[in-house]
């Protein structure tokens, strides 16, 4: 019983032999002996280390399919993309939105980019869509692109709350 090794020595084990101790070393620095930690190496270690691999190539070798793959597919997406890059929308930001804004709240297929784009662009605030950096690269430049136009429009379009509405701000319009 006094031959086993605790959680902590076997984790000193563990990274010593990632640091290419030898056998020697090991047993000299936790003060086990070299037949405990060469059973613990083969009993444990060495099947863990076979099912990681044979785990690790099974991940590699099947083709997952997501249910986001479903709902949207990638060639749509790329589509999306395409349309909102076109229409001066950074590529990142264009990315994030689908990613972060759109994919999480979809709950049926989306079979059309142009849908896509138009979802995106009601998502997307105008800052985001505008151009900050000349071609140049120069920054301090703020350029409004098509879709940074589109968001102002639908937001100048959206209705303006009554002064005596409950919760509301009152804004006047200029």
Known sequence: MADR???KEKYKVQTRLNEDKTLDEI???????????NKYIEDDLIPLMNKIGSVKQETENTNHITSDDILLPDSIRQQAIGLLV?????????EVCIDTQIVPKLTEKIEDGNLLYRMCIQRLSAHTTMIQK?????????IATQASSQIGDEA???PVADRTAQDHI???KD
């Open 170 to 172: 009152f804004r006047p």
């Open 156 to 158: 100048s379009k959206a």
């Open 27 to 37: 047993s000299e620095e936790i003060g086990k002996s070299k037949a405990c930690i």
């Open 134 to 142: 000349t071609v140049g690269g120069k920054e301090g430049v703020t």
């Open 86 to 94: 076109a229409a001066g929308v950074p590529e990142r930001s264009a």
């Open 5 to 7: 090794l605790t959680i």
